[in-house]
């Protein structure tokens, strides 16, 4: 009992006085934005990608959401309105998930094309280009602490 009392004043803590986000995408090619605390409708439909839409993810910050895609791209959506920010082209195949830097200026992706690429939110740019996996990267991640 304690120890779950501790854990919801750490979470109190950490959340403030923000209502927590959720982020949704579907084979339908859209994205919902919710707030599930206040509302079971979604705030807003984020629309742009053409294929099925394999994963989304805040950025540590909350500030960014990204998402990858079968259309072969990563698109870059505002984290508290979903609004379109950008799209990163640079894959030849479609891209399976994405990962985050520690610090949110950095965009990790994987794809059917063998290659990672890291994007960078800022200059909203590739910053390298990584191959040499013989075949298709379906897994991504960034180390938490940026080791």
């Given at each position: 009992e304690e120890?779950?009392?501790?854990?919801?004043e750490r979470y109190q803590e950490l959340k403030g006085t923000k209502t927590e986000r959720l982020v949704s995408g579907s084979d339908d090619f859209t994205m919902f934005l919710w707030e599930p605390e206040d509302s079971n409708k979604p705030i807003t439909r984020m629309t742009g990608h053409q294929q099925l839409i394999n994963q989304v993810q805040f950025s540590p910050n909350?500030?960014?959401?990204?998402?990858?895609s079968f259309d072969k791209s990563v698109k870059l959506?505002?984290?508290?309105t979903g609004k379109f920010i950008t799209s990163f082209f640079g894959h030849v195949g479609p891209v399976y998930q994405v990962s985050w830097s520690a610090d949110s200026r950095l965009v990790v992706s994987g794809s059917k094309d063998s290659t990672l690429k890291v994007w960078e939110v800022r200059t909203k740019k590739l910053k390298l280009d990584l191959p040499g996996h013989a075949d298709e990267v379906f897994s991504v991640d960034w180390s938490p602490d940026g080791w």
């Open positions: 120890a779950k009392k501790v854990s919801l909350g500030l960014h959401i990204c998402s990858a959506w505002d984290g508290l």
